[in-house]
């Protein structure tokens, strides 16, 4: 034992026991591996936020609108989001205003031309709307009185009603605009002249007082005065332009030749009808977006069928139509399409004439990449009755969903809903605060919202605002709770507006009422659910400041308790 090595092996490490040994090594990595991969799995657990229904793949948003959970979540019926929410505001667009300073320049400019106020010595004659000079002057009073907005575009002056009056029009955006849009009002100016043939504005009227002015400006025409920005051309060419006269009647077919021509295609059935907007939007995005991949005009119901958690009678409500809630004019303009009822009057004069075949698919499954070799005339997709399998935005899962995309930016919302929205805003002059109060159901469930009530209660809310909005200020309300005196106490610090406030902007002597029932066939149409909860929505987007109920001003989660997303690290 003297001459032996002390580097001697020990049993563990004898020949008969390696296979032991590597066993054990390799359980003890595995276990190691196996807690790395927990706490990797934990950390992204913690701080992982789920991103928009919307937005995920269109299984997912296939989960999401078929769960009929009775869990924490609670379907929402607030507005839908469409194109134009998804449009990048371009300031450099933006960036071209004019000024008091530019009206001064193009009044210098300008005094070298002939220029006559009409005036002669005769202090009470005719005013003339068209001379540079009240033009001049009607601009700088526009410029200096409304302060929190930019102006792009004045429009020439017209006539008013009385002799010293002018109407003027312009386009604009709050100076604070957080959305991709321009504004467009006409409004009415008393202008007087005094004894010695010096002109000033007594006056400017109300939100769209300036009849004379609305016409809207022609193709080619030049407007009274824009200040040359190519930029501001290029980025304004695709955006809405909120107050200009709606032109949303129906395309129709110029002949039988260019009927006989076209290429349809046609979704009929299936089990979207009287589902929420979100539903309705995702699934005909689907069928625009499969009528743009295969080149084709798509034949569109124009009806819609109001769900009931939009309607004052709790039930669903057929006979509504698209133009109520969305821009026809723009998705007529940026895409091919047809009304059904027209387009099956001219299929049945003109089908059998011209020999024009009808391709039937009845399984969601066959992908429009199959169809893209289709010659026939018309494509008909027809849904069954089994639900979810007959819900149209199925054909554009799986393979389809990297190829037809879902066109977006041809969907934007209702212009003479977003004009009454311009006119609230206009009315508060643009320079307000708002404040989204959730009340309703979740206040009184206490189980899944035990705080909900007593954050939003006025003595809660008083305590809450003054440390973020100055008293004294305009603050809008958006709210489901029916009773707004609930409110109340809040006048004593604030100025409060509610929706109701305005209702002149939709009673039977507004103009949305009339441009409606004509669109209704002489019906009239009742200002429902989904109308005053997008327009509620989108003045409460407009305030300068904006606080929510959830995480501003109580800690209950939005879809009940332990559902609030937790916040990334």
């Given at each position: 034992?003297?001459?032996?090595s002390?580097?001697?092996?020990?049993?563990?490490?004898?020949?008969?026991?390696?296979?032991?040994?590597?066993l054990?090594?390799i359980?003890?990595?595995?276990?190691?591996?196996?807690?790395?991969?927990?706490?990797v799995?934990t950390?992204?657990?913690?701080?992982?936020?789920?991103?928009?229904?919307?937005?995920?793949p269109s299984?997912?948003i296939?989960?999401?609108?078929?769960?009929?959970?009775?869990?924490?979540?609670q379907?929402d019926n607030t507005?839908?989001?469409?194109?134009?929410?998804f449009?990048?505001?371009?300031?450099?667009?933006?960036?071209?205003?004019?000024?008091?300073?530019d009206?001064?320049?193009?009044?210098?400019?300008?005094?070298?031309?002939?220029?006559?106020?009409?005036?002669?010595?005769?202090?009470?004659?005719?005013?003339?709307?068209?001379d540079?000079?009240v033009?001049?002057?009607m601009?700088?009073?526009?410029?200096?009185?409304?302060?929190?907005?930019?102006?792009?575009?004045?429009g020439k002056?017209?006539?008013?009603?009385?002799?010293?009056?002018?109407?003027?029009?312009?386009?604009f955006?709050p100076?604070e605009?957080?959305?991709?849009?321009?504004?467009?009002?006409?409004?009415?100016f008393?202008?007087?002249?005094?004894?010695?043939?010096?002109?000033?504005?007594?006056?400017i009227g109300?939100?769209?007082?300036?009849?004379?002015a609305?016409?809207?400006?022609?193709?080619?025409?030049?407007?009274g005065f824009?200040?040359?920005?190519?930029?501001q051309?290029q980025?304004a060419?695709?955006?809405?332009?909120?107050?200009?006269?709606?032109?949303?009647?129906?395309?129709?077919?110029?002949?039988?030749?260019?009927?006989?021509?076209?290429?349809?295609?046609?979704?009929?059935?299936g089990?979207d009808?009287?589902?929420?907007?979100?539903?309705?939007?995702?699934?005909?995005?689907?069928a625009?977006?499969?009528?743009?991949?295969?080149?084709?005009?798509?034949?569109?119901?124009?009806?819609?069928?109001?769900?009931?958690?939009?309607?004052?009678?709790?039930?669903d409500?057929?006979?509504k139509?698209f133009?109520?809630?969305?821009?026809?004019?723009h998705?007529?303009?940026?895409?091919?399409?047809?009304?059904?009822?027209?387009?099956w009057?001219?299929?049945?004069?003109w089908?059998?004439k011209?020999?024009?075949?009808?391709?039937?698919?009845e399984d969601?499954?066959?992908t429009?990449m199959?169809?893209?070799?289709v010659?026939?005339?018309?494509?008909?997709?027809?849904?069954?009755s089994?639900e979810p399998?007959?819900?149209?935005?199925?054909?554009?899962?799986g393979?389809?969903e990297?190829v037809?995309?879902?066109?977006w930016?041809?969907?934007?919302?209702?212009?003479?809903l977003?004009?009454?929205?311009?006119?609230?805003?206009s009315?508060?002059?643009w320079d307000?605060?708002?404040?989204?109060i959730?009340?309703?159901?979740?206040?009184?469930?206490?189980?899944l919202?035990?705080?909900l009530?007593?954050?939003t209660?006025?003595?809660?809310?008083?305590?809450t605002?003054?440390?973020k909005?100055?008293?004294?200020?305009?603050?809008?309300?958006?709210?489901?709770?029916?009773?707004?005196?609930?409110?109340?106490?809040?006048k004593?610090?604030?100025s409060t507006?509610f929706?109701?406030?305005?209702?002149?902007?939709?009673?039977?002597?507004?103009?949305?009422?009339?441009?409606?029932?004509k669109?209704?066939?002489?019906?009239p149409?009742?200002f429902?659910g989904?109308?005053?909860?997008?327009?509620d929505t989108?003045?409460f987007?407009?305030?300068?400041?904006?606080?929510?109920t959830?995480?501003?001003?109580?800690?209950?989660c939005k879809?009940?308790?332990?559902?609030?997303?937790?916040?990334?690290?």
């Amino acid at each position: 034992m003297l001459g032996r090595s002390g580097f001697s092996r020990t049993g563990s490490f004898r020949p008969e026991n390696l296979g032991q040994n590597a066993l054990q090594m390799i359980g003890n990595l595995c276990f190691t591996m196996f807690v790395i991969g927990v706490l990797v799995f934990t950390i992204i657990a913690a701080t992982y936020q789920p991103e928009d229904p919307l937005f995920h793949p269109s299984t997912k948003i296939t989960t999401f609108l078929t769960s009929k959970s009775n869990a924490t979540f609670q379907s929402d019926n607030t507005v839908i989001k469409t194109g134009e929410d998804f449009m990048a505001v371009n300031q450099t667009a933006f960036a071209t205003f004019i000024n008091v300073t530019d009206v001064a320049k193009i009044k210098e400019a300008s005094t070298d031309e002939t220029s006559s106020t009409g005036c002669e010595g005769d202090s009470n004659g005719p005013l003339d709307c068209k001379d540079p000079e009240v033009f001049h002057l009607m601009m700088k009073e526009a410029i200096e009185h409304f302060k929190d907005i930019h102006f792009y575009r004045f429009g020439k002056p017209a006539p008013g009603a009385e002799e010293n009056t002018c109407d003027m029009a312009w386009r604009f955006r709050p100076k604070e605009g957080k959305t991709a849009a321009f504004y467009k009002d006409y409004r009415r100016f008393v202008i007087n002249r005094s004894e010695n043939c010096t002109l000033s504005v007594v006056s400017i009227g109300e939100y769209h007082s300036g009849v004379n002015a609305r016409k809207k400006k022609r193709k080619n025409q030049k407007p009274g005065f824009e200040k040359a920005s190519g930029v501001q051309e290029q980025g304004a060419a695709s955006l809405p332009v909120v107050g200009e006269t709606v032109n949303d009647s129906l395309p129709v077919v110029e002949s039988e030749n260019a009927f006989r021509n076209g290429k349809y295609l046609v979704y009929v059935g299936g089990g979207d009808r009287c589902k929420s907007m979100n539903h309705y939007l995702w699934s005909f995005l689907c069928a625009l977006g499969e009528a743009q991949y295969l080149n084709r005009t798509l034949v569109m119901d124009l009806t819609l069928c109001l769900s009931s958690i939009y309607t004052s009678s709790n039930q669903d409500e057929e006979g509504k139509d698209f133009r109520f809630y969305f821009d026809f004019e723009h998705l007529k303009e940026a895409a091919s399409v047809l009304d059904k009822e027209q387009f099956w009057q001219d299929w049945n004069k003109w089908q059998r004439k011209n020999g024009l075949n009808l391709y039937l698919v009845e399984d969601f499954k066959v992908t429009p990449m199959k169809l893209a070799e289709v010659k026939d005339s018309l494509i008909m997709r027809k849904f069954g009755s089994v639900e979810p399998d007959n819900y149209w935005y199925r054909v554009c899962e799986g393979e389809t969903e990297s190829v037809v995309q879902r066109p977006w930016p041809l969907v934007w919302k209702s212009r003479r809903l977003m004009d009454i929205v311009s006119a609230i805003a206009s009315r508060l002059n643009w320079d307000y605060d708002s404040v989204h109060i959730v009340r309703g159901e979740k206040a009184r469930n206490r189980d899944l919202w035990p705080n909900l009530a007593r954050d939003t209660s006025p003595d809660s809310l008083i305590s809450t605002l003054q440390q973020k909005i100055e008293g004294g200020r305009n603050v809008y309300i958006a709210t489901n709770e029916p009773d707004t005196s609930f409110f109340d106490p809040l006048k004593d610090k604030y100025s409060t507006h509610f929706l109701d406030d305005y209702k002149d902007l939709w009673d039977e002597n507004s103009e949305w009422y009339s441009d409606t029932t004509k669109l209704n066939n002489g019906v009239p149409v009742e200002f429902d659910g989904y109308m005053r909860v997008s327009v509620d929505t989108e003045v409460f987007l407009r305030g300068k400041k904006q606080i929510e109920t959830f995480n501003d001003l109580t800690n209950d989660c939005k879809d009940g308790v332990n559902t609030c997303k937790t916040a990334a690290s």
